[in-house]
């Protein structure tokens, strides 16, 4: 027998501010489903980050619930798991909501039975199939639950089974994409025909354990200005079809196109803010942009003048003018003395965030003074380097949660401080 089905994962609906490209982003994720409908999946599967904050605005919910009740009618399950920016420690998040509706099966639950986690078998009906899936966190916070699953339970169940995941491989990994929050591919269960991921924005194909295969699809469309930059350079996006038995694996997949896009980098090199704003002139004059998302990314150094004498916003607008539906020049790599101190620019709060985290960490040194081993050991491990960032970011994250109506400031406070003591050790240094 064999059974045929859909991996769709990393929408990010409701990702950006600009009305177009939001649009463009709930458009791709509408494209795949109706192509879903035309190639006559039997089921779907999304990998997580189906929304690009766990309470969104309600437009892109509305949209996405229209084209969730379509795929329902047409007898299509779909199974989904959070990503992680679904996921929510502290309330509801919309993902519940929906599944609460019966829009779709929350594919990832877990039972915990004593120091172990026992993932649940979702059996698709029509199919038979068997589906478990571990949702993803924040910062790489899932990775430890790996190492709790009850993989005999897990592993000894006969059939044709599907694992769905939500973070990275470190093997896997590209180094671009490399922050050490991943899991060792040794931590995936065995006996599984299919594993689906999500979370890495990098589409990825990998034969493992005999002829078992690992796939990313990466983003519909793409939620970052890195995204799209990707696809400028010719990354295609899409989704995956799949088709499976006892014996094969087929992986198909389908690139979905929503706009045309242009992305241009522009090395200046060490020029003065004249020259640069001349050269910038003569890119766009040779660019046909009607209909096309245009992404300029200017590289260099000012030698003369300031950033502020370059008239990025004239040149957006003319962009506009010509038809383009979006226009952006990104000058986050364009240096000079006023912004030696700060270099920060973006539609997106996570890459704002990012490169503000970089910036203030990069410059962080511990004092060479410091006598205690434990303490000085504490600051190595946890403050410097690599380790400050996802240290700050898992921190950072732990403060975004809201407080519950029903929670008191003071029972807020101590849940916030034991996640901090909790992620920075303290018992370490204090016995």
């Not at 089905?5 to 009305?19: E, M, P, V, Y």
């Not at 096309?292 to 506009?320: A, T, Y």
Request: a neutral charge; glycine letters at 8%; aromatic letters at 8%.
């Amino acid at each position: 027998m064999t059974i045929k089905f859909a991996h769709i994962t990393d929408c990010h609906l409701g990702a950006w501010r600009n009305d177009k490209l939001r649009e463009y982003n709930i458009k791709a994720f509408e494209n795949s489903i109706l192509q879903c409908i035309k190639e006559k999946v039997e089921f779907i599967v999304i990998t997580g980050d189906f929304f690009d904050i766990n309470i969104p605005d309600l437009a892109p919910v509305k949209r996405a619930v229209e084209i969730l009740r379509l795929v329902k009618m047409k007898g299509i399950e779909v199974y989904m798991i959070y990503g992680s920016h679904d996921f929510s420690a502290g309330t509801v998040s919309i993902i519940d909501i929906l599944h609460s509706a019966g829009l779709f099966v929350k594919a990832a639950e877990v039972e915990q039975i004593g120091d172990q986690q026992r993932l649940k078998l979702f059996q698709d009906p029509k199919t038979l199939v068997k589906i478990a899936g571990l949702s993803g966190r924040m910062s790489g916070l899932d990775s430890k639950n790996y190492k709790l699953i009850d993989l005999n339970t897990l592993e000894s169940e006969d059939g044709l089974k599907i694992f769905l995941f939500h973070t990275s491989i470190n093997e896997l990994t590209p180094l671009d994409l490399a922050f050490g929050d991943g899991i060792p591919i040794s931590l995936l269960p065995k006996g599984f025909k299919y594993y689906g991921g999500g979370h890495l924005h990098r589409r990825i194909e990998k034969k493992h354990d005999g002829d078992s295969m690992i796939i990313y699809p990466g983003p519909l469309f793409g939620a970052t200005f890195t995204d799209l930059e990707k696809t400028g350079e010719g990354e295609k996006r899409g989704f995956y079809i799949i088709e499976l038995g006892d014996k094969m694996i087929r992986a198909d997949f389908k690139e979905i196109k929503v706009v045309d896009l242009i992305y241009k980098l522009v090395d200046v090199g060490y020029k003065t803010a004249k020259q640069i704003e001349a050269k910038l002139e003569n890119t766009i004059q040779n660019l046909d942009v009607k209909g096309k998302i245009v992404l300029i990314k200017v590289k260099g150094n000012i030698v003369s003048g300031r950033r502020s004498d370059i008239s990025f916003s004239n040149f957006e607008e003319i962009l506009n003018e010509r038809g383009a539906t979006v226009s952006f020049i990104n000058r986050n790599s364009l240096n000079s003395a006023e912004i030696a101190k700060m270099n920060i620019y973006s539609e997106k709060r996570e890459e704002i965030e990012e490169k503000l985290i970089g910036e203030r960490t990069a410059f962080f040194k511990p004092d060479p003074t410091l006598s205690d081993e434990k303490i000085k050991t504490f600051v190595e491990n946890k403050l410097v380097g690599g380790s400050a960032q996802l240290t700050a970011k898992v921190l950072l994250n732990f403060l975004k949660v809201e407080k519950l109506d029903k929670v008191s400031a003071a029972d807020y406070s101590k849940q916030i401080l034991k996640h901090f003591a909790n992620v920075l050790n303290f018992d370490d240094i204090s016995t």
